[in-house]
């Protein structure tokens, strides 16, 4: 069977993209964030995963508000990234999982979550960019299932429907009949808000707690409705429930628990509190 090594959550800023593009990682505004990046991509030279599913939220590329799925999973061969009109130059595409989609497609909907399959699918910046700074050299050397969840327009799907679905999404996972060693990303956020009265809005006690939440006590968000979520981390902060989505994806089965192999947080980017956290499942810590 297939085995889930851990997990790593990031933020998915186009600017950020934009930096790596101009070659400016090391200027005083982007270093504390880039700088957060080694020690993960060391352990993941270690780790060596195969495939990668992503919890992400779509930014109008591919849904936009006529047609906006709770959630939806991509089911093809490879996925396309396309100019979003942020100004950053577009990704070549990336080669897709088709066994383990369909594997993590047919778990949901046995376990009644009403997922949008995705056989053609155009993935955006949330997408690809974490992948850029995990394997910033060379093509990507990982296969892509992407997991999109709404985060853009309400009515969004609470924090604990997030949690069961990313927990089902690790079930599937780990009974897909696969000798491959996959890793789960978390991308979004983390509090930001863009538009209206609190616009450049960011809680730094809020993001810290949850990062730690992730570490200690990974049901810790689902105590809270989506409006408090909005209210504590902004209306496009909310994203954390991808970061969500992928802890709770570890949880499946007995036996393991999590060990932290590095976070950093650093403010503000584009208005926007940035987060890394990387987790490794080790047996035995359950």
């Not at 990974?218 to 105590?223: F, K, L, V």
């Not at 209210?231 to 909310?238: A, D, L, M, P, R």
């Amino acid at each position: 069977m297939a085995q889930l090594i851990g997990c790593i959550g990031t933020s998915h800023i186009p600017a950020i993209g934009g930096a790596i593009h101009k070659g400016i990682q090391q200027e005083p505004y982007w270093k504390p964030f880039f700088d957060g990046f080694p020690p993960v991509r060391e352990w993941l030279g270690q780790a060596r995963p195969d495939v990668v599913v992503v919890f992400y939220n779509d930014h109008g590329l591919n849904f936009f508000l006529d047609k906006m799925p709770t959630f939806a999973v991509g089911a093809a061969s490879q996925y396309n990234n396309a100019d979003e009109g942020w100004g950053i130059p577009t990704l070549p595409p990336f080669k897709g999982e088709v066994d383990l989609s369909w594997q993590i497609i047919n778990t949901l909907v046995e376990k009644e979550f009403d997922v949008v399959t995705c056989q053609e699918m155009l993935v955006d910046h949330a997408c690809t960019l974490p992948l850029k700074l995990l394997w910033p050299e060379g093509p990507c050397p990982v296969t892509v299932v992407p997991v999109c969840i709404n985060t853009v327009q309400f009515p969004l799907p609470k924090a604990s429907r997030v949690y069961a679905m990313g927990r089902a999404v690790g079930e599937a996972i780990a009974a897909w009949d696969s000798s491959k060693t996959v890793a789960v990303i978390g991308s979004g956020g983390l509090s930001h808000q863009l538009d209206g009265e609190r616009a450049g809005f960011i809680n730094k006690a809020f993001d810290l707690q949850f990062m730690e939440s992730l570490l200690t006590n990974p049901e810790w968000a689902t105590q809270y409705s989506i409006h408090e979520l909005v209210e504590k981390s902004g209306t496009q902060g909310v994203e954390l429930l991808n970061w969500l989505a992928m802890r709770a994806a570890l949880t499946a089965g007995a036996g393991a628990g999590v060990r932290k192999v590095h976070s950093n947080y650093h403010i503000p980017i584009s208005n926007t509190a940035t987060g890394l956290l990387a987790l490794e499942k080790v047996a035995g810590l359950g």
